[in-house]
């Protein structure tokens, strides 16, 4: 499969950090979107420069963080109990892109044996001194030696999204399962918002996916969907940031009934906010 974006699909501001203009083009045969002009390596910390830039940090500043942290804890339980159900016997779990370490240190807590990779220095920081193990990149790792790995918002950052398949692949034991959690380009929020829906939020996000994507980018490496299940949280919280965008507050009230409509539409159309795909190597 050869990822060809060539039909435009919109154009996206930068909000949170470099104030610039980013087009979206879509790869029909996959349904995938790719942000352009792509930054460099280089160029890609600076836009991750952000006090806002909220994965990366513990911060609770604001009502709006205080409640983030609030939700990432009840979140962190929920993903142990899916983890669990997919794979029952605690083993080796590799969470990619672990920012600040949190649902590492609960899965250690819970009877895994962790390991974490995050190019990140400032999460890297603050993951290491809750206990998590962290490695210098997968490559490190033996192949067929992990039973689960999980990508939280992960995927959509990687420059080059075919590899990074090909390298969980590799790393995963045959039975092992693959977490993928991503936004949704086709949910009514992002219909909604259009080009101030926050999930696109670009360049950070390299890619954009659907449910046709995801499922035609794992089956060309042979592994299986298996499960697409909803983040029912993530509604809301784009919602909020996309309210910002778009008018300058967050305006609470309008916020929290967009995120309720797309939580409901999605029930009827299988379409949420961001999905998590379950994917098994067999």
Not at 234 to 245: G, R, W
Request: charged share 25%; net charge positive; hydrophobic share 40%.
């Amino acid at each position: 499969m050869n990822i060809n974006p060539s039909e435009f699909y919109i154009k996206v501001q930068d909000f949170s950090v470099s104030q610039k203009e980013f087009t979206l083009f879509r790869d029909p045969s996959v349904d995938l979107l790719m942000t352009s002009p792509q930054p460099s390596l280089n160029e890609l910390d600076s836009y991750y420069e952000s006090d806002d830039y909220i994965s990366h940090t513990d911060s609770a500043r604001s009502w709006f963080e205080k409640i983030y942290q609030l939700i990432k804890k009840t979140t962190i339980q929920q993903k142990l109990k899916l983890v669990l159900k997919q794979q029952k016997n605690k083993g080796v779990l590799l969470d990619v892109g672990c920012g600040t370490g949190d649902f590492l240190a609960a899965a250690l807590a819970s009877g895994w044996q962790i390991k974490g990779y995050e190019p990140n220095e400032k999460a890297r920081k603050i993951a290491q001194n809750k206990g998590v193990e962290l490695i210098q990149s997968t490559q490190d790792l033996p192949e067929k030696s992990v039973d689960v790995i999980t990508m939280w918002h992960v995927l959509e950052h990687v420059p080059d999204v075919k590899a990074q398949i090909a390298e969980l692949k590799r790393l995963v034991k045959p039975g092992g399962t693959i977490v993928i959690a991503v936004p949704n380009y086709k949910s009514f929020d992002a219909k909604h918002y259009q080009n101030y829906w926050a999930a696109y939020d670009v360049p950070r996000h390299l890619w954009h996916f659907s449910k046709k994507s995801i499922q035609g980018l794992f089956a060309e490496q042979n592994l299986e969907l298996v499960k697409v299940k909803p983040m029912w949280y993530d509604s809301f919280y784009v919602s909020l940031l996309s309210e910002k965008y778009k008018t300058g507050k967050m305006n609470i009230i309008k916020a929290f009934l967009v995120g309720f409509t797309s939580n409901l539409s999605g029930v009827f159309s299988k379409e949420f906010s961001s999905h998590i795909y379950i994917i098994k190597k067999h």
